[in-house]
């Protein structure tokens, strides 16, 4: 039952939304105390939600996909009535304790996340490719919603511009993805951008979005986001090896394994720049 939910639930996806909005938390002044738990895990579970309503949405699609067609309602290892039992339940547990813990701004934000991907990003993706670029704006929404719950305002320019770096990175993130698995996305019917654009199109498209996620972390120590020079080395050194490695994405004769690895790259690279810049934050902060 706990793989079920796992898959269920996209767990590796949820969990780094989970982690993006403890960033949030973190970065507004530098603290991680037992409240930063309700944000965190409200906006978890409706992640989690959302996850599981997704599914439900495409449950006709993800069996045609090797990628999806061991997700449990594709599979039949969880009936239509459960899981919407299951949504019922964990969404309205997240919404409780985001609104009694956190406030009705964290709440909304939340909620903002799972509406846009569940009622307009699903739907919006199959008919039209470039459905990615709005619907980046759902993992943008975490770190503000922890920098909310924080005591931060929504509209500082520090959170917007953690706001902006999130937005960016889904872009390249989504279409590496498309391109070391485009037969499988063949499958599903949905329209793609490799309708529109040659492999070397989409792969100089992918690299400049790919040079623009490195190059938004060099403004974290403008706005005040990286203090330490420790910090803000390796998040220059981060950058610059982004870059580097995905300059191969512009080779004539690419093949998907470059693609894979660029794939996996630009993931680890944002999860070490939460990293240096939630334990700069809290080493800056704390007092000997």
């Known amino acids: 039952m706990l793989k079920v939910l796992s898959d269920l639930f996209k767990i590796k996806i949820t969990l780094l939304v989970a982690i993006t909005t403890a960033f949030g938390y973190v970065i507004y002044d530098g603290k991680a105390d037992l409240q930063m738990i309700f944000p965190v895990l409200g906006i978890f579970l409706l992640a989690c939600g959302s996850a599981a309503i997704n599914q439900i949405q495409e449950r006709d699609i993800d069996p045609l996909m090797s990628r999806t067609k061991n997700r449990p309602l594709a599979l039949g290892s969880l009936t239509l009535k459960w899981a919407v039992i299951i949504v019922v339940f964990i969404v309205s547990v997240a919404t409780v304790i985001l609104y009694q813990y956190t406030g009705w701004l964290v709440t909304v934000l939340g909620w903002a996340a799972l509406v846009w991907y569940n009622l307009i990003y699903t739907p919006l993706k199959k008919i039209n490719a470039f459905a990615v670029i709005p619907g980046s704006i759902i993992g943008s929404i975490p770190p503000v919603a922890g920098w909310v719950a924080a005591g931060g305002e929504i509209t500082d320019p520090k959170i917007m511009l953690v706001a902006l770096f999130f937005f960016i990175w889904q872009i390249p993130h989504f279409w590496m993805l498309l391109l070391f698995l485009n037969t499988d996305y063949q499958k599903s019917g949905l329209p793609t951008i490799k309708e529109k654009f040659t492999d070397a199109q989409l792969a100089r498209i992918t690299f400049t979005w790919t040079f623009a996620t490195g190059f938004t972390t060099l403004l974290f120590p403008v706005f005040g ?48 720049i939460v990293f240096i810049i939630s334990v700069d934050n809290l080493l800056t902060t704390t007092q000997f």
């Open 225 to 272: 986001i990286t203090h330490s020079v420790p910090a803000i080395i390796l998040v220059v050194l981060s950058s610059a090896a982004l870059v580097l490695y995905a300059v191969q994405l512009l080779k004539a004769d690419a093949e998907r394994s470059v693609f894979r690895k660029n794939f996996a790259f630009i993931n680890i690279f944002v999860l070490l």
